[in-house]
Nanobody, 120 residues
Framework: QVQLVESGGGLVQAGGSLRLSCAAS????????MGWFRQAPGKEREFVAA???????TYTDSVKGRFTISRDHAKNTAYLQMNSLKPEDTAVYYC??????????????WGKGTQVTVSS
């Protein structure tokens, strides 16, 4: 079993920042990619960002230049630094891992999510 635990969500004013963390534990396989997805009320879940084992990253267009994904192999943890937050970033943010994490596929392992609310 793989466990993913997100933290760092909360309420922030527009223009503010938050840093999300995702800690992986259990039977994590080697060389896995980590990613962040989000789901806003009434909308489908969407890809936000992903980072592969070697550190290569990809982002959805709406967060480029504002969000930064990183990971710490020693801690089995991924981070999502979110700056210049906008009300439209409000969503539940989910961490996910798999061998490959890309916008067009559904990772096998998911966390339970953390709420991010951006007030205008």
């Amino acid at each position: 079993q793989v466990q993913l635990v997100e933290s760092g969500g909360g309420l922030v004013q527009a223009g503010g920042s938050l840093r999300l963390s995702c800690a992986a534990s259990g039977n994590t396989f080697s060389r896995y990619a980590m990613g962040w997805f989000r789901q806003a009320p009434g909308k489908e879940r969407e890809f936000v960002a992903a980072i592969n084992w070697s550190g290569g990253s990809t982002y959805t267009d709406s967060v480029k230049g504002r969000f930064t994904i990183s990971r710490d192999h020693a801690k089995n943890t991924a981070y999502l630094q979110m700056n210049s937050l906008k009300p439209e970033d409000t969503a539940v943010y989910y961490c996910a891992i798999d061998v490959v994490v890309v916008p067009t596929t559904t990772p096998r392992y998911w966390g339970k999510g953390t709420q991010v609310t951006v007030s205008s």
